[in-house]
């Protein structure tokens, strides 16, 4: 295969339009005018703990095929979407874990065997939508990813389908892989990627299969694109980044699963999870040191030991965005009603209303000591693509932010101070006041500081006016 540096795509939650990123796929919110709630307020919706495994079904035909013939045979298709679950289920500090049911239900137009159309892939994710079951889907030769209108550089992607909405639950979900870069063949027209490359793309969609959603973590790795990419900075670039441009992780000696990946499949599921983290929190304000700001990136580092020749600042760190449990939408009354069916009196259904949590961050991190900072969400991370619940995501001034034990807006971005945590341990109160913002989110907002205060005019003793 070719060295490039063409960049693949994850077309995660592609068809459902609720994502709170950077932690979890989907976040509960309350009951609001007559609508009900929607799973539990500010909580993340997962698989019921309760009920593992999860059942998946397989597709029944090939993984891969080319004009010649099957390149990857069902059964060592099978195996190996086994394994990549199982990068999921090997984590020690999560309660997840996944079975195969066999293949795929009949539905509609889909009667058995290899799925191959749109309308058979439509009819049986209108049964994933029903709950009925959670389909991975091989199309074999990128056939059917075409049929949709999707690009070729789509590697695979996630559907959520149902979610138990009283209790928080999700319900059922699809994937999709593409067999396309598994035929053999290797052209401009005809992407190939390694099966290391392939197998860590699909258990990425895998994650949203999970509840995940993405995460962003040494962005730079993507806007100083250097293939192959250096191993530090791609051990701390999490499996969930949006989008994928590295070599395996496998092939440059790492594990499957970065620290922030292994951190929030834990956080979702946790199993002991006291015994392994500690938790760091806080909230991040616009420069008036009152107001939260919701979609900022934060990012916990360990601090880089001198004394071992990696470098632990750019392979253990651990992430989320500012605001992620708290909606995008609060609706409102006066343009709300435009007619039809369109109707956005009540705001969306997913995430909080509280306004405790506009700002808030929370992050479970490994026993070390840490910084914290704070960037913006890369400008490209869009759609299918996002990091954060604000989508188009939220610009910053300057470079990343980070706290210090003097936080205000005035002070030096780069001034940090150190966080030590042991395991069991929460610390809480970390909060990051931005520099070089406007004083809220919204500029036009009347609070009394955008405008200069009155001048009073004071007149020589000659000039005065007479009482």
């Known amino acids: 295969m070719r060295s490039r540096t063409v960049t693949f795509l994850y077309l995660s939650v592609l068809f459902t339009p609720f994502a709170f990123a950077g932690g979890p796929q989907q976040v509960g919110g309350p009951a609001v005018g007559n609508r009900p709630a929607y799973g539990i307020d500010g909580q993340a919706f997962t698989w019921n703990p309760a009920k593992m495994p999860i059942a998946y079904r397989l597709d029944p035909g090939p993984m891969a095929i080319n004009p010649s013939g099957t390149v990857i045979d069902h059964s060592t298709g099978a195996q190996r979407v086994q394994s990549m679950f199982g990068v999921w289920r090997s984590v020690s500090t999560a309660n997840i874990s996944f079975t195969n049911a066999g293949p795929i239900l009949a539905a509609g137009s889909y009667s058995g065997g290899d799925l191959q159309t749109a309308q058979q892939f439509n009819d049986v994710i209108g049964s994933c939508n029903k709950g009925t079951q959670s389909p991975v889907i091989f199309d074999a030769n990128g056939g059917l990813i075409s049929s949709l209108g999707l690009p070729p550089e789509v590697i695979g992607f996630d559907v959520p389908c149902a979610l138990d909405t009283v209790n928080g639950y999700i319900l059922s979900s699809a994937v999709v892989l ?43 790795v993507l806007t100083n694109l250097v293939f192959p990419c250096e191993v530090d900075p791609l051990a701390g670039l999490p499996l969930m980044f949006p989008i994928a441009l590295c070599q395996a992780r496998k092939d440059a000696g790492l594990p499957v699963l970065a620290p922030d990946d292994l951190a929030w499949i834990s956080t979702l599921y946790p199993k002991d999870l006291a015994a392994k983290y500690a938790t760091i929190s806080g909230v991040i304000y616009f420069n008036d040191g009152v107001s939260p700001m919701q979609g900022a990136n934060v990012i916990a580092r360990q601090i880089d030991d001198p004394g071992t020749p990696e470098d632990e600042s750019r392979r253990i760190a651990v992430s989320v965005v500012s605001g992620y449990a708290y909606t995008t939408n609060l609706g409102q009354s006066v343009t709300a009603i435009l007619g039809g069916s369109e109707d956005n009196t009540n705001g969306s259904s997913p995430g909080s209303r509280n306004p405790a949590l506009i700002g808030y961050y929370k992050i479970n991190v490994p026993p070390g000591t840490y910084t914290v900072e704070v960037e913006e969400v890369y400008s490209a991370f869009v759609g299918g693509s996002s990091v954060g619940p604000i989508d188009p995501p939220v610009g910053l001034p300057g470079p990343p932010e980070f706290w210090n034990k003097d936080e205000s807006a005035f002070d030096f971005p780069m001034q940090r101070d150190m966080i030590t945590v042991t395991a069991g341990e929460s610390v809480t109160g970390i909060d990051i006041i931005l520099d070089d913002t406007n004083p809220r989110f919204d500029q036009y907002e009347d609070n009394g500081n955008l405008v200069d205060p009155p001048i009073p005019l004071v007149l020589p003793a000659s000039k005065e006016f007479a009482g």
Not at 201 to 213: P, R, V
């Open 178 to 220: 593409n067999g396309a870069f598994q035929d053999g063949i290797d052209t401009s027209s005809n992407y190939e990627l390694s099966a290391n490359q392939f197998d860590e793309a699909i258990t990425h969609e895998l994650g949203h299969f999970s509840g995940l959603d993405h995460s962003q973590i040494n962005v730079d």
